[in-house]
Nanobody, 120 residues
Framework: QLQLVESGGGLVQPGESLRLSCVDS????????IGWFRQAPGKEREFVAE????????DYADSVKGRFTISRDNAKNTVFLRMNSLKPEDTAVYYC?????????????WGQGTQVTVSS
């Protein structure tokens, strides 16, 4: 089972960028499809982006298309989420999750989350 750890969150102003990282300390991330999800206060967790284990395919929520980019470096056991042109509505705790199936539906592992706050 993976041990996923997210990092890279923080407080930024609207229009700025962040890059989140999801690292697997067990060095098995290359075997899994990985997704990013987010949960804002008072709302349900929602899908953001996902990438297949080789990185050949990616998919995005409509709300982030054109602004966010998911990528991976299996040699570094890491999946990234580059977030550009951030908006206040992007404020949430961001989680990465691992699944052996694509699209991701029943993740086997979740990280603990990293807070992203977009505010002026």
């Amino acid at each position: 089972q993976l041990q996923l750890v997210e990092s890279g969150g923080g407080l930024v102003q609207p229009g700025e960028s962040l890059r989140l990282s999801c690292v697997d300390s067990g060095s098995n991330i290359e075997m899994y499809d990985i997704g990013w999800f987010r949960q804002a206060p008072g709302k349900e967790r929602e899908f953001v982006a996902e990438i297949t284990w080789r990185g050949a395919r990616t998919d995005y929520a409509d709300s982030v298309k054109g602004r966010f980019t998911i990528s991976r470096d299996n040699a570094k056991n890491t999946v990234f989420l580059r977030m550009n042109s951030l908006k206040p509505e992007d404020t949430a705790v961001y989680y990465c999750a691992a699944d052996r199936n694509y699209p991701i539906s029943r993740p086997e592992s979740w990280g603990q989350g990293t807070q992203v706050t977009v505010s002026s």
